[in-house]
């Protein structure tokens, strides 16, 4: 098309959006509303995912040894272990460091543990630290473990595991669910609101459309309207949700250092993009649609 005919559909976009204000206003608070609730609930969920990674990343198989396991066999044992697909580190814990580490964790009570420390009177045992590449296959690996000669016992908090597996599944499969039932909610919303400015121009289109104008010639200037407030109605929920949640990072670290959250950066590079994204999308179509009945001429 002609640069000429571009100024066109932009001029008249631009015209439709100021001449009904309050249908452009009510389309650009769909769009805000339905993102800022879009927006905070990603942000949830990306934290969720990010704590829910960062428990698994310390979830490890503990296999205890039979106490009188000759030193050749543990060797055996541990190369064994390091054999099976999907095993990132196998760390051998001696009886004795394993003392040390309850003697460091009980801190100031450390003085209970005295008289343990000589061979025959420390009550642990040895045994091997298993962490896996990925912390689903923990369960199945930890039956593998468990039927070899020398292990005493395996342990890897196997209810809490399955409880945390469960929820990190519910909690994404109802994040999906909620994102999509929103995104199509406001497409509606949207068309529905665009409809009402089409409708106010429905004998302008059909004499368009009667002199030979194309379907596209008349549906560019709402494509870029709904693209336009798309735009307009992202940017608050977009500057919102940035400040906000920089406030709550900031808020959190001093409060509760102990609860690590998705730095602001490295969340809002990829939420940013989307939301941005979901606003020109849902203008777009909500506009699309809202024309489908009106170019039937």
């Not at 969720?48 to 055996?76: G, N």
């Not at 040390?100 to 420390?122: A, F, K, P, T, V």
């Not at 409708?199 to 494509?223: C, H, L, N, S, Y």
Request: no cysteine.
């Amino acid at each position: 098309m002609k640069p000429r005919t571009w100024g066109y559909f932009i001029l008249e976009a631009l015209r439709s959006i100021f001449r009904n204000t309050w249908m452009s206003l009510a389309s650009v608070g769909v769009v805000i509303i339905t993102l800022f609730l879009l927006g905070s609930f990603m942000l949830l969920n990306y934290n969720i995912d990010f704590l829910s990674s960062d428990i698994k990343s310390q979830i490890e198989v503990v296999v205890v040894l039979d106490e009188d396991l000759p030193r050749t066999q543990v060797d055996q044992l541990h190369t064994k272990i390091k054999g099976f697909e999907g095993i990132q580190e196998v760390t051998f814990v001696s009886r004795e460091e394993a003392l040390e580490r309850l003697r460091i964790q009980m801190g100031e009570q450390s003085h209970l543990l005295e008289g343990y420390e000589n061979q025959g009177n420390n009550p642990l045992w040895d045994s091997f630290e298993v962490k896996t590449v990925v912390p689903e296959d923990v369960p199945k690996l930890a039956g593998e473990i468990e039927g070899l000669s020398g292990v005493v016992r395996v342990d890897y908090g196997s209810e809490v595991l399955e409880k945390l597996f469960s929820i990190t599944r519910i909690l994404n499969w109802v994040g999906v669910a909620f994102m999509i039932g929103l995104a199509v909610s406001a497409t509606f919303l949207i068309a529905n609101t665009i409809k009402l400015t089409v409708f106010t121009r429905k004998q302008e289109i059909t004499i368009m459309k009667t002199v030979g104008a194309t379907d596209w010639f008349i549906r560019w200037p709402f494509v870029i309207e709904g693209l336009v407030l798309g735009v307009i109605g992202s940017l608050v929920p977009v500057v919102g949700l940035f400040y906000g949640y920089r406030y709550i990072v900031e808020w959190v670290a001093i409060n509760i250092p102990f609860l690590s959250l998705m730095p602001v950066m490295d969340v809002f590079n990829f939420l940013l993009q989307t939301l941005f994204i979901l606003g020109i999308g849902l203008g777009v179509l909500g506009s699309s649609f809202s024309l489908r009945k009106f170019l039937k001429v």
